[in-house]
């Protein structure tokens, strides 16, 4: 085994200042995180200097993986020029130009610091063009943490089972009990509950808030028919859809809805637009994205940020975008579907009870033998769950960081004999048949 001293005296130490150690919820530890000391393309080099190939790359932000040079060179000539003003900038506008050029939905847009945010003035626009303030979504989908956008997340079956009907809870304790009165659960792929629901309370849902292939839930793949029932019920009842793209922008060059055709009202963006910088997006027809305007004395909805649109942020974003060309996103996908297709191989070839789901540059490995189509079917029971980390364990004396909770990624960097490597481990640890009967 590979040592691991170092990171685990950081954690001994971040104990003293963070509550069980640290300080983001999404950090995996098994049974201490690894920290990080540097990024070289596709790898992570750890404190205790393990070269680790990192498919998590910042949970899927960093395209081009680590310390890329184009992104380097466009922020190191902005730090000595001012790094916030609070004037705008020419780079605000650069970024804009790109994204509308190349996401059809995008005819306007609004810059924010990070998902959640962009997913919260998403909800907030919706509402103020409908004058509605329920909202519709996906069972098990993560948003971010806005009340309304995480509500019912992280559901387990009860001792019955699952309810037919998912019951949007508030997440977390002491939540307002109203935010379940306005949010509205659908089952991914389910088009009849799809259209029972929104039909029920048409008149009081602004928006249906869709990620087109929800990661969190399953990294799972739309049908067409739950696709075309929701544009048309979204449609018939003037609901707005709004896909948040934030973690799927990265399927492809005009982002992920296009591939499946969903057409959004309004998308979401996030994490590869910002080229390793905090960066959200929130863009849209440009009718409803008027709900920004400031030409009204009153506008109806008020959007600002101290750090939005920071220069920083836009530059590296812009240098990232740009080098994502055609071509860029016909490569990375390619070598997706070279290790989706070697690992359903490896999978077949030994009668194994696993599944991947995934499009382009992700993918994700279920200890499931079917592919789940819904958050129900991808949610792990305790055993499964021990099977992941087991695996994200395997892999990583392989020198592999796979996340096991989490949609896992390929970087611009990655080269064929990376490819083979997870190929590799994956195939090692299906034929060392670890079960938790034999631990
Ligand atoms: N929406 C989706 C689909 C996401 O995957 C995430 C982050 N994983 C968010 C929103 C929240 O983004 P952030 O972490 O930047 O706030």
Redesign the pocket.
Same mark, same amino acid.
């Given at each position: 085994a590979s040592a691991r001293s170092r990171s685990k005296h950081l954690f001994d130490r971040a104990k003293g200042v963070f509550t069980d150690g640290t300080t983001r919820a999404?950090v995996e530890r098994d049974p201490f995180p690894i920290y990080a000391q540097r990024g070289e393309g596709a790898y992570l080099v750890d404190v205790d200097g393990n070269r680790l190939l990192d498919l998590n790359n910042n949970?899927?932000?960093l395209i081009h993986g680590h310390g890329f040079a184009h992104v380097s060179e466009a922020v190191v000539d902005l730090l000595r020029l001012g790094t916030c003003f609070a004037n705008p900038t020419e780079h605000e506008i650069a970024l804009a130009e790109l994204l509308t050029a190349r996401i059809p939905a995008m005819e306007r847009v609004r810059f924010v #610091?990070?998902?959640?945010?962009?997913?919260m003035f998403a909800i907030k626009a919706a509402r103020a063009f409908t004058a509605r303030p329920a909202i519709a979504r996906i069972e098990g989908?993560?948003?971010?943490?806005y009340d309304w956008?995480e509500a019912g997340q992280g559901v387990s079956p009860g001792k019955d089972g699952w309810d037919p009907i998912p019951i949007p809870t508030p997440t977390y304790r002491g939540t307002p009990s109203s935010v379940a009165d306005e949010v509205h659960l659908l089952r991914f792929n389910d088009v009849e509950g799809l259209e029972r629901r929104l039909s029920a309370a048409s008149d009081r849902i602004a928006c249906v808030l869709i990620?087109p292939m929800?990661?969190?839930a399953g990294l799972l793949h739309p049908e067409p028919t739950f696709i075309e029932a929701l544009s048309e019920t979204a449609h018939k009842y003037g609901i707005l859809i709004v896909a948040?793209?934030?973690? #799927?922008l990265r399927q492809g060059y005009a982002g992920a809805s296009p591939r499946y055709g969903l057409k959004p009202d309004l998308v979401?963006a996030?994490?590869i637009i910002g080229g390793g910088f905090?960066?959200?997006a929130i863009g849209g027809r440009e009718e409803v994205m008027r709900v920004f305007g400031t030409e009204n004395a009153r506008p109806l909805l008020p959007q600002g940020g101290t750090f939005s649109a920071n220069p920083v942020s836009m530059a590296a974003g812009l240098a990232a975008m740009e080098a994502m060309t055609p071509d860029a996103f016909d490569r990375l996908e390619a070598m997706g579907e070279r290790l989706r297709a070697g690992l359903r191989a490896s999978i077949a070839s030994r009668d194994a009870r696993f599944s991947v789901t995934g499009a382009a540059s992700l993918f994700r490995i279920h200890p499931k033998r079917v592919a789940p189509l819904e958050y129900r079917d991808a949610h792990l029971s305790a055993e499964e769950a021990w099977i992941m980390r087991t695996m994200s364990r395997y892999f990583l004396e392989a020198g592999i960081l796979l996340p096991y909770g989490?949609?896992a990624c390929l970087s611009t960097p990655m080269v064929h004999s990376d490819i083979d490597r997870i190929l590799s481990a994956f195939d090692e640890f299906l034929e060392a048949k670890i079960g938790p009967e034999k631990e």
């Open positions: 999404s949970f899927t932000t #610091n990070s998902g959640t945010e962009a997913v989908a993560y948003h971010g943490a956008a990620d929800p990661s969190r948040d793209e934030v973690l #799927n979401t996030g994490k905090p960066i959200g989490a949609a």
